[in-house]
């Protein structure tokens, strides 16, 4: 006889909109996948508010122990004048590091329907389909010292370490190399296209050595280019369609995420999902904040959560074809016109969901 183990699915809805995507997100998974087990804990600004921490030990056991998480969003004006350790956005960095999530996997894609709702012409964004790589668990992000000092002539400094090892960098390009071969493409950076300020840090000179040294050993199948990244964050708006795989270091993937979410439409569209080795339960979070100024209207678009969402059934739960269903369900749901605020509609976080559900 054969048992098959109860899946859990964590979800941590957080502050602002979190509550008000993911709750969508949790109808989605309810319907179609009614065997899920979906339970819920704080996460952030509301932790801190009733626990005095935004992330409780009693919360990250349960994470370790879920087979994926789903994440809302956290942090906002409430929260910005708690100490830094205590600040929602801390519990998302403790988070990430404590599993050791190191792979951050963004896809920029551009829904047809969505091509005239971009920034860009409709030409230069028409079949984007983008994957940055994200390294989320190192750089700048993490790196020590991290402090503000007083100088002994008064004067206060800030100061961030940016931090790579050779292995930090190996593992996260490593990945981004297997993701290129299953995504073949005959566009101009066809393959991984590495981004670092090689010419100006120390850090993005071994991560462009490294990358380098790893392509030759292991993926000469895969084509690679390297580019700096500010001709990277340049590249992103003049011809977006050349890119396939994106790489860069925590700092920059953040900043080159937020960027390329505007080629497809709005940041309220962009999913993500956080990898580490295997046998380690997958984060996934869209990937905007809180949205405050939006925050308890019932406006937010609940797409990047439910795409979050798909995420979880492909790489966490090995639900491909759950997967595949809720990714043409937004395409339909699109076509047929649903629109939120920020993609050029009027109607509401619930109308948008229904509207994917219709097609569930
Ligand atoms: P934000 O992403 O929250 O908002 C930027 C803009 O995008 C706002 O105008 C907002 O209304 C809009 N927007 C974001 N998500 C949307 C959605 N789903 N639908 C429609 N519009 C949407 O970024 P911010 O304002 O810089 O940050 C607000 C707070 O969120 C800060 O405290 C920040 O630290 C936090 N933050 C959290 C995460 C996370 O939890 N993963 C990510 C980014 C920022
Ligand atoms: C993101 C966010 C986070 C980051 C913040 C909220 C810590 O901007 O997930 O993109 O900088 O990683
Ligand atoms: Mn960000």
């Not at 006889?1 to 909109?17: A, E, F, H, R, V």
């Not at 995507?21 to 989605?28: D, H, L, Q």
């Not at 519990?91 to 969505?114: E, G, H, I, Q, T």
């Not at 079949?127 to 994200?134: F, M, P, Q, S």
Request: one cysteine or more; a negative charge; glycine letters at 10%.
């Amino acid at each position: 006889m054969t048992t098959t183990k109860t899946q859990t699915l964590l979800l941590l809805p957080g502050d602002g909109i979190g509550p008000e995507v993911t709750e969508e997100a949790r109808r989605v998974a309810a319907h179609l996948a009614p065997d899920l087990r979906i339970e819920e804990a704080f996460f952030g600004g509301v932790s801190y508010d009733n626990f005095g921490v935004p992330l409780t030990d009693e919360v990250m056991a349960r994470a370790r122990k879920a087979d994926a998480i789903l994440m809302g969003a956290v942090g906002g004006p409430k929260w910005d004048n708690v100490p830094r350790d205590k600040r929602p956005e801390a519990a998302l960095l403790s988070m990430r590091k404590n599993l050791d999530v190191y792979a951050n996997l963004r896809p920029a894609f551009c829904f047809p329907a969505l091509a005239g709702a971009s920034a860009l012409k409709t030409e230069l964004v028409e079949g984007l389909d983008i994957l940055i790589v994200r390294e989320l668990t190192s750089g700048v992000y993490f790196g020590q010292p991290k402090t503000i000092e007083t100088l002994p002539n008064g004067e206060r400094r800030g100061i961030d370490t940016q931090v790579y090892t050779t292995s930090e960098i190996r593992r996260v390009a490593a990945r981004a190399f297997e993701l290129a071969r299953g995504r073949t493409r005959t566009s101009r950076f066809a393959g991984v296209l590495s981004c670092e300020k090689s010419n100006v840090m120390d850090s993005g000179l071994l991560w462009r050595q490294e990358v380098t040294k790893l392509h030759q050993e292991r993926y000469s199948d895969v084509k690679l280019d390297h580019m700096l990244a500010d001709a990277a964050a340049m590249h992103l708006v003049k011809a977006p369609k050349d890119i396939n795989v994106l790489l860069a270091d925590n700092l920059f993937g953040d900043i080159l995420s937020d960027e390329a979410s505007m080629l497809t439409g709005s940041i309220g569209m962009l999913p993500s999902a956080s990898l580490g080795d295997p046998g380690v339960p997958g984060l996934y979070e869209p990937v905007h904040g809180s949205a405050p100024d939006i925050a308890g209207k019932g406006v937010a678009n609940p797409i990047a959560a439910i795409l979050s969402l798909e995420m979880v059934m492909r790489w966490s739960l090995g639900r491909a074809d759950v997967a595949d269903n809720i990714f043409a369900a937004v395409g339909k749901a699109l076509d047929g016109g649903a629109r939120t605020a920020d993609i050029g509609g009027s109607m509401s976080t619930r109308q948008m969901a229904d509207a994917i559900l219709n097609h569930l």
